[in-house]
């Protein structure tokens, strides 16, 4: 009961982890533009795996795909790589977990394949959240090395601008919903894989098989044998046959 619980539980976490990874996946801010201290609060950009967008603040929004794969950053490419691969090891764990479900009952599958393909959706849950959060952590720290090297400037005079205002030199960029959804989604998938493979031992049916049958004790070297004291039966001469010349044979008959 426990091991069906703890599976049933693990295939529940590794599709919430899934549903995270695949929307974070294709959500657009991943990197969303630092507005503390910025001299422009009208437009808003974020940029994501896909394609960047600027939000104005009457609430128009644009966004540009990205038209190049080879002149976007190796970086960035590596994520989009990584997170496709979690979400296809993740789909591809998802569908062996159901047929693997202990609760559900396919044809005339033994437990010892049940818990070998519960053992196989926790791997794949386990290498698909690992994805995810190499991913979101990759695009996290080129978040973060941006920022450090990424600043407000004054105007060059050395002086605020007219009203305090400063001149923005370049943007910076911080963390986005993103990054936090997909690393929710990939902590999930990583519970739940750990769960599907504690659960595959509880799956798994007792190899060493137990059978009743009756001890067999040798006999011992100084074993005694007693004689044996039953009476024989006495045959008697009166039935022996005679013969043709009047003499008895040695044949004896016994009567039932």
């Not at 393909?117 to 386990?126: D, E, H, K, N, V």
């Amino acid at each position: 009961m426990a091991a069906t619980l703890c599976q049933v539980m693990g295939f529940l976490l590794g599709l919430l982890g899934m549903a995270g990874i695949i929307a974070a996946t294709g959500m657009d801010p991943w990197a969303t533009e630092d507005l503390f201290d910025s001299p422009v609060t009208a437009v808003y950009s974020y940029s994501g795996l896909w394609r960047s967008c600027v939000r104005q603040s009457s609430g128009f929004t644009e966004c540009r795909p990205y038209f190049t794969i080879l002149g976007l950053p190796a970086l960035l490419q590596a994520v989009r790589a990584l997170m496709i691969v979690g979400v296809v090891l993740g789909a591809i764990g998802c569908l062996i977990a159901i047929f693997a479900l202990k609760c559900l009952k396919m044809g005339n599958m033994e437990d010892n394949i049940k818990a070998t393909m519960t053992l196989t959706a926790g791997i794949m849950f386990l290498l698909a959240g690992v994805c995810g959060i190499a991913g979101v952590s990759a695009f996290a720290n080129l978040i973060v090395q941006s920022f450090r090297f990424t600043t407000y400037a004054d105007n060059g005079l050395g002086m605020g601008g007219v009203g305090g205002l400063t001149g923005a030199l370049t943007p910076r960029y911080t963390f986005g919903p993103a990054l936090f959804v997909g690393w929710v989604g990939a902590g999930l998938l990583v519970v739940g894989g750990i769960m599907m493979c504690l659960a595959c031992r509880g799956l798994a049916p007792d190899r060493k098989q137990r059978y009743d049958g009756m001890a067999y004790k040798a006999a011992s070297q100084h074993t005694m044998y007693k004689p044996d004291s039953r009476a024989r039966p006495v045959y008697n001469d009166s039935y022996r046959a005679p013969s043709v010349d009047g003499r008895q044979s040695n044949q004896k008959f016994d009567y039932v």
